[in-house]
């Protein structure tokens, strides 16, 4: 099964409850996704791997650590997951940028690809696969078996909050998987929302609803 960590960061729960608020409009909504994003951005790489390497400060030499050549991609699903590519980025400056559109079938309900745009090595990458939003698991899950088709080996999935029911799918499909939230709400109602939520993700960071 999938590993699940909660970020408990107060800082990440408290503009986290800013966006959660009904009356935030399209400006704060999207500079607190990206606020949160950078802030476990932070978190998801604290284990990255490191080197003592000798350099020069200007007083005398000495020995510090830096991150080994490992090679991190972020994915974000379209659309929504656009508003957390600034934040990791700050983060991680030189990781590579992937895109995944997906669409939800209105006769199956199955999500269908209309996307795909990878860095040429992305099978050589750790990919970071990011989504405000983790529901019912379909598009994570779909969007996981897009890059695994690809040759990607190691995965992790980053939202913000997300729902048991989309936890417990993912997991189940994909064990190898990491999942990394800042909250797990309680479930999800008849329309397949998450509750309490934020509501729809993508029409309050692009202000289309």
Do not use: W
């Not at 408290?14 to 400006?27: I, N, P, S, V, W």
């Not at 390497?53 to 994915?75: N, S």
Request: hydrophobic share 45%.
């Amino acid at each position: 099964m999938s590993k699940v960590s909660v970020f408990d960061h107060p800082m990440i729960a408290h503009k986290l409850t800013l966006m959660r608020c009904k009356e935030t409009g399209a400006k704060d909504f999207r500079n607190l996704l990206s606020e949160i994003s950078m802030l476990m951005a932070y978190e998801i790489t604290r284990d990255l791997p490191t080197e003592l390497v000798e350099i020069e400060t200007p007083i005398c030499k000495t020995t510090g650590r830096k991150v080994l050549g490992k090679k991190l991609a972020i994915v974000p699903i379209l659309r929504a997951g656009l508003g957390m590519v600034d934040g990791f980025l700050s983060i991680v400056p030189v990781a590579k940028v992937g895109h995944i559109g997906l669409y939800r079938d209105p006769e199956t309900h199955l999500p269908v690809e209309y996307y795909f745009k990878m860095p040429p090595d992305i099978s050589e990458r750790t990919v970071i696969l990011l989504d405000p939003m983790l529901a019912t698991g379909g598009s994570a899950s779909a969007a996981i078996d897009c890059l695994k088709a690809r040759g990607c080996r190691e995965i992790l999935l980053m939202n913000l909050v997300a729902a048991p029911e989309g936890i417990e799918v993912v997991s189940k499909k994909h064990p190898d998987v990491d999942i990394y939230v800042a909250a797990v709400d309680e479930r999800l109602n008849e329309q397949a929302y998450i509750v309490p939520g934020l509501g729809d993700a993508g029409d309050r960071l692009f202000g289309t609803k």
